[in-house]
């Protein structure tokens, strides 16, 4: 604590928005939060933030927030307010009674990037513990599943490689479907400032994000390819480095698995996988292609002697969220290893992830297959020592991820359900499919701290904490746990952990923590990746990288896959394009794909009632000047936006940032209903929604 005199004090902790998980001292005059000042000593961010970081104490004590428990029968019937007592016995008894009519596994629950670690940790012991089932899933369901699925089979472990200091030693940057000055911004202002300095950058997007062309930056290539196409661009970027020679064969000798890279290479060299080949699909000049691929394997022309290119590649939700998520995740590894670009500064595979706590929600075991530390649910000795520390038998099935939980509960088979801070009927797509499957639950409870979408399909709803009224950690996208500090008392009287235990404890299941640190502990004990993961070390160190244990420096592990990759051998995978069912048909001639301002974030739940939240007051639709004169659009008419799953209505900005064919919408505002109109397409090997890729008709808003 900082003593700021008489007039208050402050308290170092972690913003709750994006990936980067910047640290900040937040200023209180007596109860108020008065300002977020970013922390000088901030591993993360170094004394930056963002506009979004900067103002969000503001949604804490919005008028919004709710502060009561309340209970109703029907979702038709009013809110009921009633104690915690009453709110929390109703919602076990009304857990079990579904046990006891529609079976153990009718029952789940849902974590999210609001949960600190240690409270997601508890949402999946309750879900393993006193439901007695894996129905446990996490927001990185919609977002970054396959990165945990593409890097754990490619290099052992799912997680970005590199700390973000690490840019500084970057020669070749690669960005691929992320906009880090808009969602990742004290991040992309790191990136700008290496770019400044001379470091080269490709820039894999169908639209212009500003990193293309600003002040003092020009994106060496920009290869705007159709929405849906990567996995194309990734092989055809491979085939040009395997048949001109630019392998890294020594590393790929030494440090991965033969067998599987001789396939690969074999795959890839194929006539059929060249530029010139992919360039129909794609829409990418293939000389471009082949500079690019250049670029990223040799460097600059002048790049000294004697010396490795240091080429990194960091990517966004516009790599995952495809119905090839996971495929483009492999490809994307399969090329840094086949360059020699894993494993040192400079280098690596770095998944920006959105939000605050998603890769802390992933390693808790959130996933329905997996427990704490990646581990499947099926490993016997994993899930002994769990039982053991538990008291519990655990099931070796996995259970049913979020999407499989909509399905059953359309067929009357899943009817309760526990929603931890996710919004899903916001951030899900095809948001129809979602009210119906909640429709139809007997018992849906949402701990939240505003009322949101979701909570209108609710029975219950108990009254959550922000991240200013709880202790806890966040882990961010360079896997970097972090403190977050109570600096004021929750509104509602409880901080979601002990929310969760006490639910736990009405289900019969004992739950006995007096502090986080105590739930850190247990975690520490279970997970040897977190072995050596304390608040007394984060205290004194101000943070720490997982894998942080016995092996590792104190601090932990800043840079992955030094000597060896974490399964061994690094595993190269075949990454076959597949076109995407989303086609354009006359019916539906363009391709809608999505993306972030710099000024809100997520559905803007947060944002919205925070004093930056009127600075974009819409989502709006970009649509290229040629799509808008063949449809008699102008800047800023009222736009039609037809999908085979909804429709939708957005004011047009008529922009050149989009090419032709494509058109672009954020999906900050509930009124825009971005979701209506995303369909079921999902990733083939996570269910990650293909939000990325819809066929849609845009039309003046009298023609729709
Ligand atoms: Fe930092 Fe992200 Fe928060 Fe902005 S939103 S202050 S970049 S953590």
Redesign the pocket.
């Known amino acids: 604590v900082i003593e700021l005199g008489q007039a208050g004090h402050s308290e170092i902790t972690t ?1 709750a ?2 990936g ?3 640290g900040f001292k937040a200023e209180m005059k007596g109860e108020q939060v008065v300002r977020m000042v970013p922390w000088k000593d901030g591993q993360a ?1 170094e004394g930056h ?2 506009v ?2 900067r103002f969000a104490w503001g949604y804490a004590t919005h008028r919004d927030r709710i502060t009561k428990p309340m209970i109703r029968a029907k979702i038709t019937d009013p809110w009921r307010e009633v104690g915690w007592e009453e709110a929390i016995r109703h919602t076990a008894s009304e857990f079990r009674r579904i046990q006891a009519r529609h079976g153990k596994d009718s029952v789940g629950g849902i974590t999210s990037s609001r949960c600190t670690n240690e409270e997601a940790y508890l949402v999946q012991k309750l879900v393993r513990a006193a439901f007695g089932n894996n129905n446990v899933d996490t927001c990185a369901r919609v977002c970054h599943s396959p990165t945990g699925y593409g890097l754990g089979q490619t290099y052992g472990t799912s997680a970005g490689t590199q700390t973000f200091k690490s840019i500084e030693h970057s020669d070749v940057i690669l960005v691929i479907g992320a906009n880090p000055t808009a969602a ?3 991040f992309g202002s790191r990136m700008k400032k290496r770019l400044r300095a001379g470091a080269k950058l490709i820039v894999i997007d169908p639209r212009e994000i500003e990193l293309v062309k600003s002040p003092h930056i020009r994106a060496d290539y920009h290869l705007q390819l159709r929405p849906g196409t990567n996995v194309a661009m990734i092989t055809a970027l491979a085939h040009v480095i395997v048949t001109e020679g630019w392998l890294a064969q020594d590393y790929i000798d030494q440090r991965c698995d033969a067998k599987s890279f001789a396939q690969w290479q074999e795959f890839v060299a194929r006539p059929e996988n060249s530029p010139e080949a992919m360039a129909e699909i794609t829409g990418v000049a293939p000389e471009l292609v082949r500079g690019a691929a250049r670029l990223y394997a040799l460097g600059a022309e002048d790049h000294p002697e004697g010396r490795p290119v240091n080429a990194a590649i960091y990517y966004g939700l516009g790599v995952t969220e495809h119905a090839q998520g996971s495929t483009m995740v492999m490809g994307i590894a399969n090329l840094a290893m086949a360059t020699g670009n894993v494993g040192r500064e400079g280098v690596g595979v770095n998944p920006l992830r959105g939000q ?1 706590n998603v890769q802390g929600s992933c390693d808790m075991g959130s996933f329905p297959h997996e427990l704490p530390g990646y581990r499947h649910i099926s490993d016997s000795t994993v899930r002994a020592e769990f039982e053991g520390a538990w008291g519990v038998a655990l099931s070796p099935e996995p259970g049913l991820r979020i999407p499989n939980m909509f399905e059953a509960a359309l067929a009357g088979s899943f009817m309760g359900l526990y929603c931890e801070g996710e919004d899903i009927v916001q951030s899900d797509p095809n948001t129809q499919h979602v009210t119906a499957a909640l429709s139809n639950m007997e018992c849906v409870v949402v701990q939240d701290i505003f009322l949101n979408e979701t909570a209108k399909y609710a029975h219950v709803f108990l009254p959550g904490a922000s991240f200013l009224e709880k202790d806890g950690t966040f882990t961010n996208a360079e896997r970097r746990i972090s403190r977050v500090r109570k600096v004021m008392a929750p509104l509602a009287g409880h901080a979601d952990w002990e929310v969760t235990q006490l639910l736990a404890n009405a289900l019969g299941y004992p739950m006995a923590y007096a502090h986080p640190r105590e739930i850190m502990a247990e975690i520490a004990a279970l997970t040897p990746s977190f072995a050596g993961v304390s608040y007394d070390k984060i205290d004194r160190l101000g943070s720490v990288q997982w894998p942080c244990n016995d092996g590792t420096d104190e601090a932990g592990t800043s840079i992955m896959h030094v000597d060896r990759f974490v399964r061994g051998k690094g595993r190269f995978i075949i990454t076959k394009y597949v076109a995407t069912d989303e086609k354009v048909t006359q019916r539906f001639p363009l391709l809608l794909t999505t993306g972030r301002i710099l000024s809100q974030y997520n559905v803007g739940a947060q944002t919205r009632r925070t004093h930056n939240g009127h600075w974009h007051s819409e989502d709006k639709l970009e649509i290229h000047p040629h799509d808008a004169e063949d449809r008699g659009i102008r800047e800023g008419d009222w736009v039609g936006i037809q999908s085979r799953a909804g429709e939708t209505v957005l004011r047009a900005c008529v922009t050149e940032r989009i090419q032709p064919g494509v058109v672009y919408t954020t999906f900050h505002f509930p009124e825009s209903g971005a979701n209506v109109i995303t369909t079921d397409s999902s990733d083939w090997a996570t269910n990650c929604p293909e939000y990325k890729v819809t066929a849609v008709q845009v039309l003046p808003v009298a023609q729709v």
């Open positions: 913003c928005y994006c980067v998980g910047c961010n933030a963002c979004k970081g990742h911004p004290v605050n």
